[in-house]
């Protein structure tokens, strides 16, 4: 895990899920345009200060990516989630009920339900999910004018994973495929992420209601003009 992420330790303020990505997952929905012409300016300014996560010469084949389709309400979710923060300068207000930590139990529980398998190498999974993010959320998940708040927010050796919550564990799964593809797996172990991923992710969007926000939260700063569109 350290060594997927070493290269953008050294760039604290590179910020993905990012635009660019977020736009090209969603490019058939109504502000796409809108989103993908900030992407292009963020990412035009950042080239030459932000490294990719490894060089070109070691690009990841095709091939070993996990095939993660993002239900179309989720890109939606994603979509809202850009354009409220970097749009609006609004935020998720923190610490979120249920935070990811919540989530992950909360998703093995649902398992357990419907009688499907939650054996060690899911609960590893999950708990690797997990780890991932706390890892990832301050190098490759937050967005430039989120950088302040997850500062004040994470200090003492806090987890982000008990502070943030679905907007921001959603994210990661838009960069889990080009993350994976640097790990070396076996086969059998591909195909059971895969699964549990894609499980992972219809869990998301059956409880989409009860685990994401439906508006953000107005900074002190944000003009007041903005906050009519919580209404």
Do not use: W
Request: charged content about 30%; hydrophobic content about 35%; glycine content about 4%.
């Amino acid at each position: 895990m350290d060594r997927l992420f070493k290269h953008n330790e050294e760039n604290p303020q590179k910020i993905t899920v990012n635009k660019m990505q977020v736009a090209e997952i969603n490019a058939k929905t109504r502000h796409a345009s809108q989103i993908k012409s900030k992407a292009s300016d963020v990412a035009s300014g950042k080239k030459r200060k932000n490294d990719s996560l490894i060089k070109d010469k070691d690009a990841v084949p095709s091939e070993k990516l996990l095939n993660l389709q993002i239900p179309p309400t989720l890109k939606k979710q994603l979509v809202d989630d850009c354009e409220f923060i970097t749009l609006l300068g609004k935020h998720v207000k923190l610490p979120r009920s249920p935070n990811v930590d919540s989530i992950l139990q909360m998703f093995g529980e649902d398992r357990l339900k419907k009688g499907l398998m939650l054996d060690d190498s899911v609960r590893e999974i999950l708990k690797g999910l997990g780890c991932y993010f706390d890892k990832a959320l301050p190098v490759m998940l937050l967005y430039q004018n989120e950088r302040k708040q997850y500062e004040d927010a994470i200090k003492n050796d806090i987890s982000p994973s008990s502070v943030y919550g679905a907007e921001h564990l959603l994210r990661l799964f838009v960069k889990l495929p080009e993350l994976l593809g640097y790990v070396n797996i076996e086969e059998e172990t591909v195909t059971l992420l895969q699964q549990t991923f894609v499980d992972f992710l219809k869990f998301l969007q059956k409880n989409q209601s009860q685990l994401f926000l439906s508006t953000y939260h107005v900074t002190e700063d944000t003009d007041t003009s903005t906050n009519e569109h919580d209404d």
